[in-house]
C-alpha cells in the first residue's frame, strides 16, 4: 500500500505562505508522529548563509518532548552539525543521515557521534572509477560533451553540461538547466536523462557493482555505493529498534525516499512524506511527485505542528503495517463482544478487554488479573476489576477503525466518519511498568466528556475514592482476593478538539485486599516520565520483544500475521513470572471462569517456555504450590501421592462443576472425577519446562518432588490382574465423548512415562530404592493397548467393538458431534472428539513405538470430529511430523481463525490459549520441527509446499534462537553456544550460526 | 388506529376474535373483524383477507388454519406483508393474557431481524420470552468444548447477537426443529409461538413452520423476513 501523502505548495509571500501551509496541515498532516526527518536541503535552501537558530530550537524541543528528530543530506557532518549546532537533552534522539548515505550519526549532549560509515574497498574504487569512465566515453562517442568528477572515494559524478556558466546555479535556474541538459540528451539520441541513468546501472553491475546506486540531478549523473533512501533505511532500522515503524515517521524535504519497492525498501512507502521545497525543484525520477513551495518557512510550520500536537496531548499514530496489525472496519465486523475479546491488551498479569470506550449494550468491558479468584467450589470465577476504558462520547462514534498493532502493543480507534474532528483513541498496558495501563482520546469539544478514571465492573461492587488529583478504587477483599487502582487524568483542548490523556495502575493480590499505595508508586512513576516517555519505552519493549521471538513466512503473510497475534495474546495473557494461572480463556473474558485445564501444562506452557522462559516456570510454580491440596485430594480417594483436579483455580481444590450440558441436554460432568490424566500432565508440564529451559530435575528442586509424588499417585491408582499387568479403570481420555472407560492409552502411557521419570530423577540422585524400583516395574506392566501387527494403540479396552462410524458419514469437521447426534450414539461409535492416542505421539514421543505415528493418524484422523478447540492445532503438528505439511497446513488455517475468525461462536466470552499455544507448537515443533531434550536441540523441519521459506525466533536452553529453513538449507543462530543436531547429523556445539542442507523429508520425527 | 384484522370465517367466530383481541392487547390496537363469505373460493377468501391485511390501519391479521395446503390461510401467510397469527383449531390460550411467548430463532441473522421489533413490542408488553434454538446438521456449533462451561459462553452470545431483548431466556434442543418447538411450546405452556419465516412453504423451514401450526396447540405468529 502507497501510503506516502505527498503535498505540493505554490510559491507566495511568507505570511500567505503560513497561512496556507497552517489550513494544509490541518487539512491533511492530522497526525501525531514519533519521528520527524528533516532534508537539509530544504533547511537550507534558499539562504545556505542564514542562520538555523529556528530550526535549532524546534529540533531541540521535540528531542525534549520525545519525538526523535533525523537530518538527511548529501554533505558531511561538519557542514550539518556545524550549522545546526543541536544538543539534544533527549529523551528523543537526533541522527543524522549523511554523504549521501554513506555515514550515520548520532547528535548526543557532547556533539555527534559515528554510528556506522560505508567504506568503498579498492576494488569497488577501481570499479567506479571504470563505470564512470566507461559511462562517459559512451556519451562523448555518441557526441555529447561529459565530463567525469570525482567528489568522494564511494562515488563518481558525470557532468552532462561542463560548461563554467552553469557550474552551482541558483535554484531558480534548474529548471532551464534541465532543458538544458534534455535537449543535448535528445540530439544524442537519448529521450531523456533517465536513459543515462540506466545505462550507468547496466555498466556498474556488468563491473561487478550489483549494488550500485545510480541516480541523477539535474546535470549530473551519479554512480555511488550509497544514496539518500539508504540514509532513511539506517534511521528507520534505528527508529524500528525502538518500535517506531515508518508509517510513525514524517519525513520533511524535496525529494522524498524513492518510492520503488526494490531491496525490501517496502517499509519507505509507509513514511508520511511532505514536500515543501520551493521552486522548481526536479522531481528526479519521482514522476508522481509535484514540485511543491514554502520551503524553510513550510518546514517550521510542520514542526510546530507537531510540537503542538505533543504539548496538547494528542493521540499519537500507529504504524498501519499490515504485517503487524488485526484490522476491523464497520464493513467487516464480527459481532461486538468478539472483536472485545480479540483487542484485549494486557501485560504483568492483567489484562483489559478492548470494548469500545463509550458505553454500550452489547458490550462487555473487563479487567482481570491472573489468579485473582472469587467465589467457593464449581462457582470460583475470575474477580472483575476496576475499569479504566470509559469515556461518554455523544453521539456515540458510527463507523470506525479499530486497529491493533501487535509490533507496539496498542489499540486504536479513528472515527471514519462525520463532521468536524474525528474520535480517535489509543490504549496500552505498559510492558515497562507492571501494572500500569494508559489511554490518550480526543474528539470534538463538546462531544467528549472524561467521566471519571475508574468506573466499577458490571455487577460487582467497588469502592472509590479521592486523594487529591488521584482516583482510587477497589474490588473485592474482605476476606478474599483484590484489585485496586490508581488512576489520574487530564483534559485538555486543542481549538475545536478535546483531549483526554488517563493513566491507572493496577496491583491485585489472591487473597487479601491489595495496598493501594504500592498502586500509587507505579502511577506516580507513570506521571513522572510522562505519556510520552511511558509509550515510547512500552513501544521499545515490544520491539525487542519481537526481535527475540518472532515467525516470518514471506510465502503467507496471512498465516504470519495469524500466528504472530497468537503469540501477542499468549504475551498479554499471561506475563508474570512469580506464580501464574492460565485459564482456559486466559484474562480476555469470563468465559470458563478462569479455571485451569491441562490446557495450560499441555498446550499453553509448551509454547510459553519458548516465548518467556519465566512465565512458564510461574506456570510451574503454580501447580507446585498446590501440591499439598492435589496430595489431600489422593489421600481423599484413598491414594497415595498427588492427584490434581481437572479444574483448578485459587487453592488447588477440584472446581469442576458437576452438570453441564451437551447442546441443549444437561448431563452429568464426569470429568472432575475421571479425566485424571491431567496429573501426568502436569507432571510432564514440569519436565517440559526444565528441560527447555536446560534446568536438571535435581531432587532439591520442588519439580522432582512434584515428579516423585505424581508417580506414586499412578502407582496406587493402578489395577493388577492377575497375570501382573497394570491397568486404569474408569477414566475419561482427551476424548471425551467416550466417559467411564479403562485402559486409555493416553492416561495409561503417560502414567507410565510419569512412573519412568519419577524413577530416573531418583536413580540420577543417587535415590534409587524399593520405591523407584516399584514404580519401574508398574510402568513395565502397564497395558497401553498396542498391536504391533497394526501398529496402532487401541484407545482403551473395548474401543474397537465400536461401531466404525467415520465422520466424512456425520458431517464435515469440524463439529460437535456429540450436540449432532447425541452423546449416547457417539459414545458407542468410534467417533473421537480430539486427538487421543495422536496426543502421546506429540507428548512423549520416546514412550510410543517407532513407526506408529502415521498407522495411528490414517487410523484415527478420518474418526476425529475436532469437536473442541484444542484439536486443530496439535493436529496440525502431528500431520507436519508425519510429513503430511500440507494437511497439515490446512488444519493450522483452521486453527488461526478460531478466534480472528470466530468459528466457536463463543470468542465472545474469551480466547482460546490452547489453540495459541498449539499454534505456536505446530509452527515451531511441527513445521520447524524444533525439539529439545537432553541439552541438545534438534532440527527436523517439514515445510508446507507453498512455504519458499520459514524463520522462527524463540528462546531455549538459556539462548536466543533463529532458525532459518528453506528448501535448500537450514540456518540455525544462536546469541551463544548451543548444541545443535540436524535430523540425519551429529550433534554439533554451535556458536554463532551454522547452516545444514536440507535432508530429503521422510520418516516420522520419532524413527531415530 | 391501528387495528389487528380478524379474519372470520364460518365457525371460526370465538377462537379467532378472541385471539385477536388479545393480541391487541400487546400491540394497543384496535380489532376489525373482516368476516369472510362461506361462498367463495380458497383464492378469493386469501384475496379478500389480504386486501384489508394491506390497508394503512391493519398491523397484522388473525386466522384460522387449517391443515388443507390449499387452505386460504397458507396462501395469505405465503404473500402477506405483514405479520399473521394463524390459530389452529382448537388452540387454547391458557391465561386471560398472551404472557408467554416462544421464538424460535436459527441464528441467521436474517430470522433474528424479522423477530426483532416483535421481541421488542413482546418485551415492553411485559410478556415472559423464551427463545429456541434447535441444532440441525445446518446450525450445530463447530467446537463444543467442555460441557460444564460451553452452555453458558453459547447461550450468552446467542442471546446477545439474535435476542438482545432483557429478560429473554433460552431453550436449546437438538434434532428437528418442528418436532421441538412443538415440544417445547407444550412444556413450557407457551400461549404465542412468534416465528420469522421466509414465506416459502416448499423451504425446509416451511416444515417447521406447517408442524408448529397444526400440532403446537397455539396460536402461532408468523413475520415475514422482509416484514417491518
Known amino acids: 500500500m502507497l501510503a506516502g501523502h505527498v503535498l505540493g505548495l505554490r510559491r507566495s509571500r511568507r505570511r500567505a505562505g503560513r497561512a496556507a501551509v497552517r ?30 537558530r529556528a530550526v535549532r530550537s524546534r529540533v531541540e524541543a521535540l528531542c525534549a518532548d520525545g519525538v526523535h528528530v533525523a537530518v538527511v543530506g548529501g554533505t558531511g557532518c561538519a557542514d550539518v552539525d556545524g550549522r545546526l549546532r543541536v544538543r539534544p537533552s533527549g529523551p528523543g534522539r537526533l541522527l543524522l543521515g549523511l554523504n549521501r548515505g554513506s555515514e550515520l550519526f548520532e547528535v548526543k549532549a557532547d556533539g555527534p557521534h ?45 557532468d552532462l553540461v561542463p560548461e563554467p556558466s552553469w557550474d552551482c546555479p541558483a535554484e531558480t535556474r534548474i529548471g532551464e538547466l534541465g532543458a538544458v541538459v534534455a535537449g543535448g540528451l535528445r540530439q544524442c539520441g537519448f529521450t531523456d536523462i533517465r536513459d543515462v541513468v540506466r545505462l550507468g546501472a547496466q555498466l556498474a553491475a556488468q563491473f561487478g557493482l550489483s549494488d550500485a546506486r545510480v541516480t541523477s540531478d539535474a546535470n549530473y549523473v551519479e554512480i555511488g555505493l550509497t544514496d539518500s533512501p539508504d540514509s532513511m533505511r539506517d534511521i528507520l532500522a534505528v527508529l524500528a529498534r525502538v518500535g517506531i515503524g515508518p508509517g510513525l515517521v514524517l519525513a520533511v524535504g524535496g525529494k522524498p525516499g524513492s518510492p520503488d519497492a526494490a531491496d525490501g525498501s517496502g517499509s519507505l512507502l509507509r513514511v508520511r512524506q511532505a514536500a515543501v521545497s520551493g521552486g522548481d525543484y526536479p522531481a528526479g525520477g519521482f514522476a508522481d511527485i509535484s ?45 461486538p463482544r468478539a472483536e472485545e475479546s480479540l483487542f484485549t491488551l494486557g501485560a504483568a498479569g492483567f489484562a483489559t478487554r478492548g470494548s469500545v470506550e463509550e458505553p454500550t449494550g452489547q458490550s462487555v468491558p473487563l479487567t482481570l488479573a491472573a489468579g485473582a479468584y472469587l467465589g467457593s467450589g464449581p462457582g470460583q470465577h475470575l474477580l472483575p476489576g476496576p475499569r479504566w476504558t470509559g469515556l461518554d462520547i455523544e453521539p456515540a462514534p458510527g463507523g470506525d477503525l479499530r486497529m491493533l498493532d501487535l509490533r507496539t ?63 482510587w478504587a477497589r474490588v473485592g477483599g474482605d476476606g478474599g482476593p483484590g484489585i485496586a487502582a490508581v488512576a489520574w487524568q487530564r483534559l485538555g483542548r486543542d481549538g475545536d478538539t478535546r483531549t483526554v490523556e488517563r493513566v491507572a495502575a493496577y496491583v491485585a493480590d489472591p487473597r487479601r485486599p491489595p495496598a493501594l499505595s504500592r498502586a500509587q508508586e507505579m502511577a506516580s512513576a507513570a506521571g513522572r516520565l510522562g505519556f510520552e516517555r511511558v509509550l515510547a519505552k512500552h513501544r521499545a519493549a515490544w520491539a525487542q520483544r519481537w526481535e527475540t521471538v518472532d515467525v516470518r513466512i514471506p510465502d503467507d503473510p496471512a498465516a504470519q500475521l495469524a500466528i504472530r497475534y497468537a503469540l501477542f495474546q499468549l504475551w498479554c495473557n499471561t506475563g508474570r513470572h512469580d506464580e501464574l494461572a492460565v485459564g482456559a480463556r486466559g484474562l480476555s473474558g469470563t468465559g470458563y471462569a478462569g479455571h485451569v485445564f491441562w490446557d495450560a501444562d499441555v498446550f499453553v506452557l509448551p509454547a510459553l517456555v519458548s516465548i518467556d522462559p519465566p512465565a512458564a516456570q510461574a506456570m510451574v510454580r503454580y501447580r507446585l504450590r498446590r501440591l499439598a491440596a492435589a496430595k489431600a485430594r489422593a489421600r481423599a480417594a484413598g491414594r497415595e501421592g498427588a492427584r490434581f483436579p481437572w479444574e483448578s483455580a485459587a487453592t488447588g481444590e477440584d472446581v469442576t462443576p458437576l452438570s453441564g450440558h451437551v447442546g441443549g441436554d444437561m448431563v452429568p460432568i464426569l470429568t472432575g472425577q475421571q479425566e485424571e490424566h491431567v496429573t501426568a500432565d502436569v507432571a510432564w508440564a514440569a519436565v517440559r519446562c526444565a528441560e527447555w529451559t536446560g534446568r536438571s530435575m535435581h531432587p532439591a528442586r520442588p519439580g522432582c518432588s ?70 519401574r516395574q508398574v510402568a513395565e506392566s502397564m497395558v497401553d493397548g498396542y498391536d504391533p501387527v497394526t501398529k496402532r494403540y487401541e484407545q482403551f479396552a473395548g474401543y474397537y467393538n465400536l461401531e466404525p462410524l467415520l465422520m466424512e458419514h456425520v458431517a464435515p469437521v469440524p463439529v460437535a458431534a456429540d450436540v449432532l447426534l447425541g452423546r449416547e450414539r457417539i459414545a458407542a461409535s468410534q467417533v473421537i472428539k480430539q486427538p487421543d492416542v495422536l496426543m502421546l505421539h506429540h507428548l512423549v514421543p520416546g514412550e510410543v513405538a517407532p513407526g506408529s505415528l502415521r498407522p495411528n493418524l490414517d487410523f484415527y484422523g478420518p474418526r476425529t470430529a475436532h469437536g473442541s478447540s484444542l484439536s486443530p492445532a496439535i493436529t496440525a503438528c502431528l500431520l507436519a511430523r508425519a510429513g503430511r505439511a500440507d494437511e497439515a497446513l490446512a488444519m493450522l488455517r483452521m486453527a488461526l481463525d478460531l478466534d480472528l475468525g470466530d468459528l466457536t461462536g463463543m470468542t465472545a466470552a474469551g480466547l482460546h490459549m490452547a489453540t495459541f499455544g498449539g499454534i505456536w507448537q505446530a509452527v515451531l515443533a511441527g513445521f520447524a520441527g524444533v525439539s529439545v ?22 528462546r531455549c536452553l538459556g539462548r536466543r534462537v533463529c532458525v532459518t529453513i528453506t528448501p535448500e538449507a537450514v540456518t540455525v543462530g544462536a546469541d551463544g553456544p548451543i548444541r545443535v543436531q540436524r535430523a540425519g547429523s551429529q550433534p554439533r556445539l554451535v556458536s554463532g550460526q551454522v547452516t545444514f542442507g536440507r535432508l530429503p523429508e521422510s520418516g516420522e520425527m520419532n524413527d531415530a | 388506529m391501528p387495528e389487528v384484522l380478524a379474519a372470520v370465517e364460518a365457525g371460526q367466530d370465538s377462537l379467532v376474535t378472541g385471539v385477536a383481541e388479545l393480541i391487541s392487547g400487546i400491540v394497543q390496537a384496535g380489532t376489525r373483524r373482516l368476516d369472510v363469505p362461506e361462498d367463495i373460493s380458497q383464492e378469493q377468501a386469501a384475496a379478500l383477507m389480504l386486501r384489508a391485511l394491506d390497508e394503512p390501519a391493519a398491523v397484522l391479521a388473525v386466522l384460522a388454519a387449517h391443515s388443507s395446503p390449499r387452505a386460504a390461510c397458507w396462501r395469505v401467510v405465503q404473500r402477506a406483508r405483514k405479520p399473521v397469527v394463524l390459530v389452529p383449531p382448537g388452540a387454547k390460550v391458557r391465561r386471560p393474557a398472551i404472557s408467554r411467548v416462544l421464538l424460535p430463532l436459527n441464528g441467521t441473522p436474517e430470522s433474528a431481524v424479522a423477530v426483532a421489533d416483535t421481541m421488542g413490542l413482546l418485551a415492553r408488553a411485559g410478556v415472559d420470552l423464551i427463545v429456541l434454538h434447535v441444532f440441525d446438521a445446518a446450525t450445530v456449533p463447530r467446537f463444543w468444548d467442555q460441557a460444564a462451561h460451553a452452555h453458558q459462553a453459547w447461550t450468552e452470545e446467542f442471546l446477545a447477537r439474535n435476542a438482545a431483548t432483557a429478560g429473554a431466556r433460552l431453550e436449546l434442543r437438538s434434532g428437528s426443529p418442528g418436532e421441538h418447538v412443538v415440544d417445547v411450546a407444550g412444556a413450557e405452556e407457551a400461549d404465542l409461538i412468534a416465528l420469522g419465516w421466509s414465506q416459502h412453504l416448499d423451504a425446509g423451514r416451511s416444515r417447521t413452520v406447517r408442524r408448529s401450526v397444526l400440532r403446537a396447540g397455539v396460536p402461532v405468529l408468523l413475520v415475514p423476513v422482509r416484514s417491518n
Open chain 1, 409 to 471: 502493543g496498542v489499540l486504536f480507534r479513528e472515527e471514519e466518519s462525520g463532521n468536524g474532528p474525528p474520535m480517535r483513541s489509543l490504549r496500552f498496558a505498559s510492558l515497562t511498568l507492571p501494572g500500569v495501563v494508559a489511554l490518550r482520546a480526543e474528539a470534538s469539544v463538546g462531544r467528549l466528556r472524561a467521566g471519571s478514571p475508574l468506573q466499577p465492573p458490571h455487577d460487582a461492587r467497588m469502592r472509590r475514592g479521592r486523594i487529591r488529583d488521584w482516583h
Open chain 1, 291 to 335: 514540485p511543491a513551495g514554502g520551503g524553510l518557512q513550510a518546514v517550521l510550520c510542520l514542526l510546530d505542528e507537531q510540537l503542538r500536537r505533543c504539548r496538547k496531548r494528542r493521540v499519537p499514530s500507529v504504524d498501519e503495517d499490515s504485517a503487524w496489525t488485526v484490522r476491523v472496519t464497520g464493513a467487516d465486523r464480527l459481532s
Open chain 1, 114 to 158: 559515528l554510528l556506522r560509515r560505508r567504506v568503498a574497498s579498492e576494488a569497488e574504487i577501481a570499479a567506479l572509477d571504470r563505470v564512470s569512465r566507461v559511462l562517459a566515453g559512451t556519451l562523448a562517442s555518441r557526441g555529447l560533451d561529459v565530463r567525469v568528477v570525482a567528489v568522494q572515494r564511494d562515488r563518481s559524478k558525470i
Open chain 1, 933 to 954: 531434550s537432553g541439552g541438545l536441540l534438534r532440527v527436523d523441519p517439514r515445510l508446507p509446499t507453498s512455504w519458499q521459506c520459514l524463520q522462527v525466533r524463540f
Open chain 1, 706 to 775: 512434584l515428579l516423585a509424588e505424581t508417580a506414586r499417585y499412578w502407582a496406587s491408582r493402578c489395577r493388577h490382574d492377575p497375570g501382573g499387568a497394570a491397568h486404569i479403570d474408569g477414566v475419561i481420555g482427551p476424548d471425551e465423548y467416550h466417559e467411564s472407560v479403562s485402559d486409555n492409552a493416553f492416561t495409561n502411557v503417560m502414567a507410565r512415562w510419569n512412573l519412568r521419570a519419577a524413577a530416573g530423577a531418583a536413580e540420577r540422585a543417587g535415590e534409587a530404592g524399593s520405591e523407584s524400583r516399584g514404580w
Open chain 1, 23 to 52: 489550513g494544509w496541515q490541518e487539512a491533511v498532516i492530522d497526525r501525531t508522529f514519533a519521528a520527524v526527518v528533516l532534508d537539509w536541503g530544504v533547511v537550507v535552501v534558499p539562504d545556505r548563509g542564514a542562520s538555523l
